[in-house]
């Protein structure tokens, strides 16, 4: 990954990991409230009513002239004391270092939970009953570490699950870039060679040398040239266009395109022959163009030079041949992608077959090509299925 990529990478992370814990740490904390809550209560409730039990007892041993004595409580967790009105200690279980508020019914400290029960009898000299319990405080700690170790765990999945996002993301993105990036190479490459044709004809024109020859040239690189910018243009801006359906025969059209290559196909010595007949359809004719001028434009940059190249319309059926250097079974499985060459050495930029295919998916054409190793290559296209039936009767 270059350095945008990675900066790219790290902000996408750090937005959604710190997000997601935001948002997980918020439903923790809710939870948390709720617990802690709930733990008060259910604490408060248990001495309460530990502390009437302990009151109860109390008063039934003194109305009975009975002496009473304080026993463990079978809570391993709380403890008791018993205090005079003058808050002296009669008896405790208390742990002594703690000094005992007694302006206070409940409250707790950084260690234990504290309940304090009143006595208003005259003949009892205990006058306070104080209950100690760790037990929420202990629950409380536990509940913390858990909610601790949740969101550390779930912040090393969503990190995970972020990175594994991102990477998935940024695949398409990155694949997406390396075409364009080589799409760029490509298309400075393949206008390189027309546009040097170009300016070596006009400097040779100057000076006067075959004049004949040279416009030739001139005329060839010059075509070359518009249609690389015809093939940019319609692929990227394609979409925003609406079809413009008109009533046409292909055998004219196609010859106008075979008139037009035959000045691009003069650099390389090939001839185009064809053989055509009448063949009225109706779609958009732009699109049509495109079609025709890609499967010749196609057959001349992978023909061989001094070759030939053979276009024949017969029973509403194109078929553009060449015998150059073919293409392979597992090369026909992925040439008509956008970006895919069919061979390196021989330029191009890998639109012109995308676009034919794209645009005989959109009118339903029969597009199938026939190729075979240093023998040739065959497109075909059916046109049947958008003939024009008024021209036809």
Same mark, same amino acid.
């Given at each position: 990954?270059?350095?945008?990529? *990675? ?29 802690? *809550? ?28 009975? /002496? ?5 409580? #079978?809570?391993?967790?709380? /403890? ?6 003058? %808050? ?14 007694? @302006? *206070? @019914? ?13 006595? !208003? ?22 509940? +913390? ?29 990155? +694949? ?16 390189? &060679? ?6 070596? $004809?006009?400097?040779?024109?100057? !000076?006067? %040398? ?5 416009? %030739?040239?001139?005329?060839?690189? $010059? ?17 925003? !266009?609406?079809?413009?359906?008109? /009533?046409? !025969? ?5 010859? #106008? ?9 003069? &650099? ?20 049509? +163009? ?41 090369? +026909?499985?992925?040439?008509? /992608?956008?970006? %895919? ?20 998916? #959109? ?31």
């Amino acid at each position: 990954m270059n350095k945008d990529e *990675k900066k790219a990478l790290v902000n996408f992370l750090a937005i959604y990991i710190v997000s997601t814990i935001l948002l997980l740490g918020v439903i923790l904390y809710i939870y948390y409230k709720n617990e802690t *809550k709930m733990l008060e209560e259910s604490c408060s409730m248990q001495l309460h009513s530990t502390s009437m039990q302990i009151k109860n007892d109390i008063i039934n041993k003194y109305m009975k002239n009975q /002496k009473f004595n304080p026993a463990k409580l #079978e809570d391993i967790n709380m /403890k008791y004391a018993l205090f005079d009105k003058n %808050k002296k200690v009669i008896f405790s279980y208390l742990d002594e270092k703690f000094t005992i508020d007694f @302006s *206070k @019914s409940s409250y707790e400290n950084e260690f234990y939970n504290y309940f304090i029960t009143t006595l !208003n009898e005259d003949n009892i000299p205990i006058k306070y009953i104080v209950l100690e319990t760790c037990q929420e405080v202990q629950s409380k700690n536990k509940l +913390q570490i858990f909610i601790l170790v949740i969101l550390f765990l779930s912040a090393i999945f969503i990190g995970f699950i972020g990175y594994l996002l991102s990477k998935i993301l940024l695949k398409p993105v990155r +694949q997406r870039i390396e075409s364009m990036d080589k799409f760029i190479k490509d298309s400075a490459h393949e206008l390189n &060679t027309p546009i040097s044709v170009l300016m070596t $004809s006009v400097s040779m024109l100057k !000076n006067g %040398k075959n004049p004949q020859k040279m416009m %030739k040239y001139i005329l060839s690189s $010059s075509k070359q040239i518009s249609q690389i910018y015809n093939d940019i243009h319609f692929s990227a801006f394609n979409e925003l !266009n609406e079809d413009v359906f008109e /009533k046409f !025969n292909l055998k004219d059209l196609i010859s #106008e395109s075979v008139e037009f290559f035959n000045d691009i196909s003069i &650099t390389k010595n090939i001839v185009i022959n064809s053989e055509l007949e009448d063949c009225f359809i109706k779609m958009d004719r732009t699109k049509t +163009q495109k079609i025709v001028n890609n499967l010749l434009s196609n057959a001349i940059k992978y023909s061989k030079k001094d070759s030939i190249i053979e276009v024949v319309l017969k029973e509403n059926i194109l078929k553009v041949t060449d015998f150059g250097i073919g293409i392979s079974i597992d090369e +026909q499985k992925e040439i008509f /992608k956008r970006y %895919k060459r069919g061979n390196n050495i021989e330029g191009g930029f890998g639109i012109g077959l995308d676009i034919v295919k794209r645009v005989c998916n #959109e009118y339903n054409l029969d597009l199938t090509l026939k190729s075979q190793i240093d023998k040739g290559t065959t497109f075909c296209i059916n046109f049947s299925t958008i003939l024009n039936k008024d021209f036809i009767c």
